[in-house]
């Protein structure tokens, strides 16, 4: 039978293009999020995190952007490498509830040389 | 090594096997986490651990999966009557904060699964 789950939404850019990564979380609840990039072959490798009392959040070539009005994650990758090709997921969680963060479905991007 | 170790990488067991998986968390480490990937998909929680006090297996999809950690360090997630549903790849994480998944966790590589 065809395994849908495969097909993975992807995102393609050339090298030095700005990406950008979206994802809809779920729980109106949700108050701590999280980036997580995974390469091939290995674990997720956290990214970047954002707390709900933020809609913003900067770090190394990478910005998180939080809009709680519609529950919406995106993370965009400024001056796209080669070796930000990866499979990137966010996760949402609840502080002071469960502790296990709900993972999204997944985004991959391919950056091409 | 620095990091959380898993062994093995690659498992193949024939329908209705047992398996045993291993985590190796960083040391010092008091959380640890059990994951499951399927192909294509984000990881699915299985089961978390405080030392040795497993606190919470509610993502254990069946009375197949069992996962220890007698000593507070080393983990195994044991299957048992493997199906081809079990297929995946099982991810083990350790953190230095009790339950925490954010910053201060780290994943390995993953054991994957294949049931034929």
């Known amino acids: 039978g065809e395994s849908v789950g495969l097909h993975l939404p992807t995102l393609s850019v050339q090298e030095g293009d700005n990406s950008i990564i979206n994802c809809a979380y779920s729980?109106?609840?949700?108050?701590?999020f999280i980036w997580y990039k995974q390469e091939s072959g290995k674990g997720p490798q956290f990214i970047i995190d954002?707390?709900?009392?933020?809609d913003k959040r900067q770090g190394q070539r990478v910005t998180v952007l939080l809009n709680k009005t519609v529950k919406h994650l995106s993370l965009q990758i400024a001056a796209t490498q080669p070796g930000d090709s990866a499979v990137y997921f966010c996760?949402?969680?609840?502080?002071?509830?469960?502790?296990?963060?709900?993972f999204g479905r997944g985004t991959s991007l391919i950056v091409h040389p | 090594g620095a990091g959380v170790s898993q062994s093995p990488r690659y498992k193949v067991a024939k329908r209705g096997q047992d398996v045993a998986l291993r985590c190796d968390p960083i040391?010092?480490?008091?959380?640890l986490f059990w994951y499951q990937q399927a192909l294509g998909q984000g990881p699915e929680f299985l089961t978390y651990?405080?030392?040795?006090?497993?606190?919470?297996k509610s993502g254990l999809p069946s009375d197949r999966f069992f996962a220890e950690r007698p000593e507070g360090s080393v983990s195994t997630l044991k299957i048992q009557r493997t199906q081809q549903e079990d297929s995946a790849v099982y991810l083990c994480?350790?953190?230095?904060?009790?339950?925490?998944?954010?910053?201060?966790?780290?994943f390995g590589q993953g054991t994957r699964l294949t049931v034929v």
């Open positions: 994480a350790s953190s230095l904060v009790q339950g925490s998944v954010g910053t201060e966790a780290f």
């Open positions: 729980n109106s609840a949700s108050d701590y």
């Open positions: 954002i707390r709900s009392n933020m």
């Open positions: 996760a949402e969680n609840i502080s002071g509830g469960s502790y296990i963060p709900t």
């Open positions: 040391s010092g480490h008091v959380s």
């Open positions: 651990f405080q030392n040795e006090a497993q606190l919470d």
